[in-house]
Structures are given as structure tokens and as C-alpha cells.
């Protein structure tokens, strides 16, 4: 039905160009996670546009680096530079798949570019810090990654909370019921980059984590067989049907069911390509002996998030459902597999901000933070939170 304005007249509901249906084809594809479809429509959109508009350059560019084909993408915002040279967001992305080929010197030329235009955006500050970190400028890195948590403080986190923290002070931490003390992981398919680490997980647990109880949210993807192993070492299996009905990176978001589990006491959400250690054992017992509701970790240049999504925890029943957040977030950049952080920084950050500690072993001072406990240093060069296969490729 036509809808009417305020005087009572028809209006009538404006059909869509061609042009813009081909856009909007490009994007439902995108959002299926069908990349040849959504990479035939936008390359359709190029060709069909007049110029093309910075955004139609922007999203070429974005497909295809998803699809697998970073040189094409750079190409396409190579050419949308060239259209729209006063856009920092072309110069923003391009430098972000520079960066994916290894071109750290060129990443860091096109974020000077996109700072240089005027651009505030924390992707460009996250992007030039990892940029500096390969090119061995730690020191650059780390004012890099210390603006990047500036500006993403200023742009997420006064905006309305969208739930509350109570005010009397947490429960305490219950040492005899580790079935209420959640470590949570999400899990799908079969790569041994996660199934390694996490099984070595499953069997690190009892010696360092004895008061919690080790939970994976999976997907049918996973070999059964696998499972069987992880549940005989006492994992508690959560199925959580499958990836593969959308972007598979929204299995990250399964595991942040843990912390809307009203039976949950106190959860840890943690990288199943990660390593459990005890330097971060040590910062949670610091963590649960500070009275703050939600603690977080950050220790290695690149942990420029507010809160990255496999080093953060808090006590259960607080955090709605991941649905609900996933729900409530609205994008300030397209999908991608950091979907998990985008929303623990819009959507979680601004709730939790004044109630959280935070071990910060490289940006510290900052807000929320302190220097982790002087126990359980790590060797050098590694950190909490890194891909196992890194240093241990050989844990079975």
C-alpha cells in the first residue's frame, strides 16, 4: 500500500535504478556470503556507473580481499583514488590490503594519506599500528595502537548502554563449582590451527584453570570423533548448528553466549588457536580479587581493540545473548570476520567502561588499565592470546 504524508496525498515508493539493484544484489550476496555472486554484481556496478561512487569502489574492494583476491581489490581502490582523491576511506582500506600482501611501507604511506584527509577512524590508527609493527618500529607502533584505543573511546563509549551493571559489588568467586565458571570457545570445521590448540586446552585445564569447566560452542562442520575426544577430557559440548548458514565468521559470536547464561557464574571467552597460560591465570586471580565486574587483557602491539574478543570475561547473566547484540549493533564499517570485536567495542564497551579491569602489558597508561602481576612472565616474543602454531606446532 501506497503510504500518505501528513496532507493525505499519495506518495508513491521510488522503484530502484538498475544501478541500484545490481548494488543491492552485490550487497544481499556479500551478506550470504556468496563472493562470486556479490563480486560479479559489483564489478557489474563499475562498469555500469558514471563515474563509480567512492562507495562502489569501497565495496569492490572489500569483496574481493574476502573472496581471496587481495591484488584485486587494491586495484579497485587504486583506480577509486583516482576518482575520488579527497576520500579518506579509499586511502583507509587501501592501506588495510596493502597490508594483507606484506606491503607494510605501502600501508603506512596510505594511512599518513587517509590521517592527512582528515580521517579520525580507528581502523586507520589500528591499521598503521600493525603496519609499524612489521616494519619493526615498536615504539611508532605503540603510539599508533594508543591512539587507535583513544579513538575508539571517543566514538563508542558514550553512547547509550544497552544493558546495566549492577551496583553492589560482584558474587564472590566460587572455587567449588567449576561447572558455573565457564572458560568458553567457538569452534567449527576441521582446520588443526584450532582443533590442536583447544585439545591441548582441554588437557592443560586441570593443572592451571582446576575451578573452571572448558565449554565449546560448535557447529556440525566438526568431526564428531574430535568431539568425543574433547567431551572425554570434560568439555562441555554446545551445538550451535552451523556456520555455514551465514558469514562462518559469525560462529565467533556463539561463544559470548556463555556470558548471557544466567547459570554462569563467572566466564573467560578465549581464541581456541590459543594457548592457555599462566600469566594470564595469575591476571584473573587479580582480576577476581579486584571487585570489577569484567576484566580484559592486552598484550602484544597489535591489541589495539577496547576489548579483543578472545581475552575478556566478566560475570555471567550481565551481557544479553549474542543475538541481542548482534541485534543492536549498527555497522560502522561492512562485515568481516571482526565482526566479534566490532560489537564488544559499540555495543558492550559502553556498558562495561567504568567497570572493568584491564591488564595492559603495552599501552598502559590507559583508560581501565594496570600492569599485569610480576608472575608468570612468558619467554620473549610471546604473548597471551597469540596462534599457537607460532611457537607450538608440535603440542600433541
Known sequence: MPRR??????TAVKPLSALDTLRQTAADAY?????THANDAQSAVLA???PPSADDFLFAGLIRHQAGHPADGIAALREGTIHHPANPAIRENLAVLLLSVGDAAGAIAACQQALHLGSDS?????????AHIRAGHLDLARHAGGMALEAKDRRFGHASPLFAVPHAPPPPFDHGQPDRNILAYSLWGNAPRYQVPLLENARIRPHLFPEWTIRV???DTVDPGYLQELASLGVQLQPSGDAGDGPAHRGLLWRFAAAADPSVRRFLIRDADSLLTVKERVAVDDWLRSGFYFHAMRDWYSHTDLLLAGMWGGVGGIVPSPDALLA???F???ETSHIDQDIL???VWPAIRDDILIHDSIFHPARGTRPFPPFGALPAGHHIGQNAFLHFTKIL
Open 5 to 10: 504524508n501528513n496532507e493525505g496525498a499519495r
Open 31 to 35: 551478506r550470504q556470503g556468496r563472493m
Open 48 to 50: 555500469a556507473a558514471h
Open 122 to 130: 580507528p581502523n586507520v590508527h589500528d591499521c598503521l599500528c600493525e
Open 217 to 219: 560452542y560448535h557447529g
Open 328 to 330: 543492536a549493533h549498527t
Open 332 to 334: 560502522w564499517r561492512m
Open 345 to 347: 567495542a559499540a555495543v
